[in-house]
Every structure is written in C-alpha cells, then in structure tokens.
C-alpha cells in the first residue's frame, strides 16, 4: 500500500510555471506506474500525464503536450509535475495517482490517489 500527497499547487498568472510534487511514503514507490490527473467543477476526472516505474517512459495527454513535464525521483519516492506556458483552462484540482499496471490514462486502473492540489491560472 502507498499513501500520497501532493504539494506545490497555487495561483499563477497565464504564461507562469508551477512545480507539482507528489511524496509516496513506503518502499515500494519505485514498483508503481504514476499519474498526474486534474478534475474541474461538473467535469471527470481528466489524464494529465503519465510515467512509468522507472522513469524511462512517459505519456502525455495532448493538450499539455510540450508544456508539462512529468519525472520522478525514486530515491526520494517522490513524483513530480513540471507546468510551464499556463493557460487559464489548466485551472483545477491536479491529483497524483499509483497503479500496478504499466503507465496508462484510465483512472479506473489506478489504486490510490492522493488528496489533490488547487491549481489555479489567471488570465
């Protein structure tokens, strides 16, 4: 089992850079796929991008593609989530997430979840 929580959401201007992190706890993290994942008012939860437990691949959901970063760091079980070029529509509650399957953009294969971060973007 892993516990998960998320740090480094805020308030930026358009155009501005926020760096997410999500600290596993446990020594499993590195046998975990992560995920990043945002949710808005009325709306599913949305995939943001996705690594695997080594770090060597990732995935990216189109509209963040060239913006966003994902990494992790397994030495420190933490993920993280590198925003740049910030756009008003990135505005939401971003989640980090572990499964045991390998990197995919179903919340439905992810196992825990952690309590989410407040991302928000003015325009």
């Known amino acids: 089992q892993v516990q998960l929580v998320e740090s480094g959401g805020g308030m930026v201007q358009a155009g501005g850079s926020l760096r997410l992190s999500c600290a596993a706890s446990g020594r499993t993290f590195s046998r975990y796929g992560m995920g990043w994942f945002r949710q808005t008012p009325g709306k599913e939860r949305e995939f943001v991008a996705g690594i695997s437990t080594s770090g060597g691949s990732t995935h990216y959901t189109d509209s963040v593609k060239g913006r966003f970063i994902i990494s992790r760091d397994n030495a420190k079980n933490t993920m993280y989530l590198q925003m740049n070029s910030l756009k008003s529509e990135d505005t939401a509650i971003y989640y980090c997430?572990?499964?045991?399957?390998?990197?995919?953009?179903?919340?439905?294969?992810?196992?825990?979840w952690g309590q989410g971060t407040q991302v928000t973007v003015s325009s």
């Open positions: 997430a572990a499964t045991t399957v390998a990197i995919t953009s179903s919340s439905r294969n992810y196992n825990y």
